[in-house]
């Protein structure tokens, strides 16, 4: 079995040997889509990655609360590729986040309430920024870190927290905001604090803190506009009181909600996953354009190897005259097929990663890498080998031997 493996595999290098230029380019249509899966792979698991290591810093005792509309799967995926109609149908409210404050195992607890609004300072309008309304707690539960001031407090209830990126689009300037004021919804709030640089526009929260300004969630609501809780954040006393603590929280709100229980509470892993589900959408329907390219790629294959069998039609003959059954032939050629696609794989896995270390240089995303990932590519690979090869390598092997050793090339 060795031997015929080892021939098999002596017959195919020497074909590809002797066409390598057509060789190289099959082998490249199939490292493309190999590259393209291997990319999107790479970056969702950074994004997962990310968000995971976010969690897991902020400690076991964390808990967030978020709002979900319990729907058929296709409607959750439509809803989810609009933060702004997330937000909208949610049906947490600040009675709902000061009532868990409340609970006597909570230990901090923030509600999250953005939209995207105007904002004007003098002579600067941001006509589309991101304003949070929370509270005091969140700098606690996120480690957010001042750069200068102070955070949010009760006895300034138009007071206001700025990001270093929208510091710098509202009032020129990314270190001396502090006592400056603006106007939101027609009323002026004051800053009286600034934000460390966070460098980390993806988290659990879907905030990028460096482009948001922070103001105080009751104050806010007070003023109209259109701003949704879209998630509450909580810290628990300690860790081993998280499930008590959750449990309670899912009466209390089942309670309050007359038994509507469109809200899920989450901690540990399951809060990693973003919102609604748009990276694993996005990341889901660049999957499906990569397959496309290797579908190509595939037919690439089965064309280069119907090529091959037409000019090695004499060869074919002399094979099978001399004792070479119709298995034999077909495994020559299928095992041809798959040493091109696997060469394939193996190149679309070195540029997929050579590709998302170039993304890295200019985002944060760093190339995740993993076995699965090496898997995929692999069994990609060969499925594509096996699949595309099978129909040259039956034609090859039901050629007649007679008919074969009279053409001549």
């Not at 098999?8 to 230029?21: F, G, P, V, W």
């Not at 499930?243 to 009466?251: A, K, V």
């Not at 509507?260 to 660049?286: K, T, W, Y």
């Not at 696997?342 to 995740?368: C, E, K, Q, R, S």
């Amino acid at each position: 079995m060795s031997l015929l493996i080892r021939t098999h595999y002596n017959l195919a290098k020497e074909s590809i040997r002797q066409n390598r230029t057509r060789s190289f380019l099959t082998c490249l249509g199939i490292g493309i889509g190999v590259a393209s899966i291997i990319l999107i792979m790479s970056l969702a698991g950074s994004i997962n990655n990310i968000i995971s290591t976010q969690v897991k810093n902020l400690g076991a005792d964390l808990i967030v609360v978020r709002p979900a509309k319990h729907s058929n799967t296709i409607e959750n995926m439509v809803e989810s590729l609009t933060a702004s109609n997330q937000y909208l149908t949610s049906n947490l409210t600040l009675l709902d986040a000061k009532a868990i404050a409340a609970l006597d195992e909570t230990k901090a607890s923030a509600p999250i309430a953005q939209s995207v609004v105007t904002l004007t300072a003098e002579d600067r309008t941001v006509p589309s920024a991101s304003v949070v309304g929370t509270s005091q707690d969140l700098a606690k539960i996120q480690n957010l870190q001042l750069k200068s001031g102070t955070f949010l407090s009760d006895k300034v209830p138009n007071a206001a927290v700025v990001g270093k990126d929208l510091s710098l689009k509202l009032f020129g300037t990314t270190t001396e905001a502090i006592g400056k004021t603006f106007n939101l919804l027609d009323n002026k709030f004051i800053v009286v604090g600034m934000l460390e640089e966070v460098e980390d526009p993806i988290n659990f929260d879907n905030v990028d803190f460096d482009n948001s300004m922070l103001v105080s969630a009751d104050y806010l609501y007070g003023l109209g506009g259109s701003f949704q809780i879209q998630q509450i954040n909580v810290k628990a006393n300690t860790t081993s009181v998280v499930p008590e603590l959750m449990q309670e929280m899912s009466d209390m709100l089942a309670s309050e909600k007359s038994g509507d229980m469109n809200f899920q509470i989450l901690s540990g892993e399951d809060i990693s996953h973003p919102a609604g589900g748009l990276f694993q959408i996005v990341s889901g329907m660049l999957t499906l354009v990569a397959c496309v390219s290797l579908v190509v790629g595939g037919i690439g294959v089965m064309n280069i190897l119907l090529v091959s069998v037409a000019e090695r039609t004499r060869e074919i003959g002399i094979r099978k005259a001399v004792g070479a059954s119709s298995t034999n032939i077909l495994l020559q050629f299928l095992f041809e097929s798959l040493i091109l696609s696997l060469a394939g794989g193996i190149l679309g896995l070195i540029l997929g990663y050579v590709a998302a270390f170039l993304i890295f240089v200019v985002t944060p995303f760093a190339p995740y890498i993993n076995m699965e990932i090496v898997l995929v590519s692999i069994g990609t690979s060969i499925g594509i080998g096996i699949i595309f090869g099978m129909y040259p390598a039956i034609k090859a092997a039901k050629k007649n031997p007679i008919e074969s050793l009279r053409y001549y090339r």
